[in-house]
């Protein structure tokens, strides 16, 4: 996208953030139908391309909130016991502002194979009649496991006019050297996320 940067005052609840510096989108390329106008950046100040304070960082410094953490719920509602994606470890980043759960392009080809998931351009689909009988996709963070149930990485349970279920597990396709996972809203939706700035970690419980 292209835009510019403008100052407002923004107001969550009694939370107030004057002169707040952000973004403006003039033109934008690849989301024009996105049913949402705009991103809440909760990201450390450090990263920002315009040098910004984001809000939560400018509520904290103002003392309006009483400590660096906050936290996600979104409310909507190992496979087959074998390592089959990397037994080595890889990192993996937690992000609200992706919708699907990404990895590298041959890590994320064995859960397809596992899977008998077959691509259809950049998608990958089942028959939605093999859908109960999928493995959960289990990712262990810290020597815990966090199951993903087929009920969650498949998009579509009752499928497209040819009985498609599609997956919502996707290749990363920008080039980089890290094999890292990015556990979007799919994973999200599933464990209650604590965002502690303080002591720059994420807590993750289930979320019932």
């Known amino acids: 996208m292209k835009g510019i940067v403008a100052h407002d005052t923004v107001r969550i609840r009694d939370l ?15 989301c024009e139908g996105a049913p ?36 996600f719920y979104l409310s909507n509602i190992s496979m087959k016991r074998k390592i089959i994606v990397c037994s080595g470890g890889r990192e993996a980043l937690v992000d609200t502002g992706t919708s699907l759960i990404i990895g590298p392009r041959r890590l994320v080809n ?19 009649f093999v859908v109960s009988t999928l493995p959960s996709i289990i990712f262990t963070i810290n020597g815990i496991n966090y199951p993903v149930p087929v009920q969650a990485y498949i998009l579509n349970l009752r499928g497209d006019s040819r009985g498609h279920c599609y997956t919502t597990v996707k290749e990363n396709t920008e080039r980089t050297s890290r094999e890292a996972w990015i556990l979007g809203d799919i994973f999200l939706r599933l464990y209650f996320s604590v965002f502690d700035q303080g002591n720059d970690r994420i807590d993750l419980a289930q979320a019932v």
């Open 16 to 30: 107030v953030s004057t002169d707040q510096l952000f973004g403006l989108s003039i033109v934008e390329y690849g």
């Open 36 to 71: 949402f106008d705009g991103i809440l950046d909760l990201n450390y100040s450090s990263i920002s391309i315009f040098g910004a304070i984001s809000i939560f960082d400018y509520l904290k410094n103002q003392g309006a909130i009483s400590g660096p953490v906050f936290a």
């Open 110 to 128: 064995n859960i397809q194979k596992l899977i008998s998931a077959m691509p259809r351009g950049s998608e990958h689909y089942v028959s939605c």
